[in-house]
């Protein structure tokens, strides 16, 4: 089993910046891809970016390229998604998601889910 666990959501104006983190745990976490999944209301969902634990191999999607960090720290068994440049579309709920590379970026799936953060980004 693993567990995930998100934080650092928030409210912040167009242009801003926030720092989501994902505590993980459990036997096998770092066998696992760590991804960042959104829903935001009335849109499509994505996976927006993506981070192997094992091989520190990373994704993005189009949308938040340039924009969107994620990394990892194995001391702390957590992954953060640092964002920059918000903007309006941005707002959303964020997911952790932990499994298989293809599973979360290609199908945009997770096989453990964290409880999710909100994003709020307003003038």
């Known amino acids: 089993q693993v567990q995930l666990v998100e934080s650092g959501g928030g409210s912040v104006q167009p242009g801003g910046s926030l720092r989501l983190s994902c505590a993980a745990s459990?036997?096998?976490?770092?066998?696992?891809?760590m991804g960042w999944f959104r829903q935001g209301p009335g849109k499509e969902s994505d996976v927006v970016a993506a981070i192997s634990w094992t091989t520190g191999s990373t994704y993005y999607a189009d949308s938040v390229k340039g924009r969107f960090t994620i990394s990892k720290s194995n001391t702390n068994s957590t992954v953060y998604l640092q964002m920059n440049s918000l903007k309006p579309e941005d707002a959303a709920v964020y997911y952790c998601?932990?499994?298989?590379?293809?599973?979360?970026?290609?199908?945009?799936?997770?096989?453990?889910w964290g409880q999710g953060t909100q994003v709020t980004v307003s003038s």
């Open positions: 998601i932990a499994g298989p590379w293809i599973h979360v970026v290609r199908d945009k799936q997770g096989n453990y």
């Open positions: 459990g036997t096998t976490f770092n066998h696992y891809t």
